[in-house]
């Protein structure tokens, strides 16, 4: 099946436009994604494909995950990703059923989504550009954390890897549509003084989907800490506040 999908995958291949993929994901020596190899194939179709090799195991996926092409390592995670979400379905829409079978289920999917969580949380050196990390840490890291300990993204953003911190900030995405934001904002201290880039815009993104939620917690939040705030990461946060606001902000 995994020979299967690689064919069909590479099947889609475009080289003109793999070249403005390796531009756009900074591939060049030094860069943030130096040495990554992209065959050019648009997410849609990705996604369109991964629904048909949902019964992958763990060992195919991981398999994708160490690949050196980047949209073998994307497909593994939307296929993982689709596995939580139909692990979590099964789980919420099984509540009909009787006590004794509902309970037996119920731990059946629990242990599912735990064994991804820990399977994702084994992978983060393979998770390493920013499109791979927002299309699954929300969706793997932050649901598994709805109901556990949210202990592990203060360790992860204390990370040195740069794809750690980041999934760190954008698993709080998953709190965020909630309306909880106790951990974004507690994860956008930690990393307020981040030296990266990519760090200054996923801090200041979650930020501003807090402000889209809830504009008093962002200003109170930003009120306190916008002079030590990297400009980018301040710019993300109130992209949506009207032009005077913005310019007062940042003039401030």
């Known amino acids: 099946m995994l020979e299967e999908l690689k064919k069909e995958l590479h099947e889609f291949e475009n080289p003109e436009k793999a070249k403005v993929l390796r531009r756009f994901f900074k591939t060049g020596k030094g860069q943030y994604g130096e040495g990554d190899v992209f065959l050019g194939i648009?997410?849609?179709?990705?996604?369109q494909i991964a629904k048909k090799y949902l019964d992958l195991n763990f060992q195919e996926i991981q398999e994708l995950l160490n690949s050196k092409i980047h949209e073998e390592r994307l497909i593994a995670l939307i296929i993982l990703t689709n596995k939580y979400k139909k692990a979590n379905a099964k789980d919420i829409s099984y509540f009909g059923a009787t006590k004794s079978k509902e309970k037996d289920f119920v731990g059946k999917d629990n242990l599912t989504r735990r064994q991804i969580f820990e399977f994702y949380l084994l992978n983060?050196?393979?998770?390493?550009?920013?499109?791979?990390?927002d299309l699954?840490?929300?969706?793997?890291v932050g649901e598994f954390l709805q109901k556990?300990?949210?202990?592990?993204?203060?360790?992860?953003?204390?990370?040195?890897?740069?794809?750690?911190r980041r999934i760190a900030m954008i698993s709080t995405y998953s709190f965020i549509r909630k309306r909880s934001f106790g951990e974004a904002l507690a994860i956008s201290d930690i990393l307020l003084k981040d030296k990266h880039d990519l760090i200054h815009k996923a801090v200041g993104w979650m930020l501003r989907e807090i402000g889209k939620r809830n504009k008093d917690v962002l200003e109170l939040f930003l009120s306190q800490r916008h002079k030590e705030m990297p400009r980018t990461m301040l710019r993300y946060a109130i992209e949506r506040f009207p032009y005077e606001e913005r310019k007062k902000w940042m003039g401030k």
Do not use: C
């Open 42 to 47: 648009q997410v849609p179709i990705q996604r």
């Open 124 to 133: 983060t050196s393979r998770i390493n550009n920013w499109d791979l990390v």
């Open 148 to 164: 556990e300990d949210t202990g592990i993204l203060r360790q992860l953003a204390k990370s040195e890897n740069i794809w750690e």
């Open 136 to 140: 699954s840490a929300p969706n793997i």
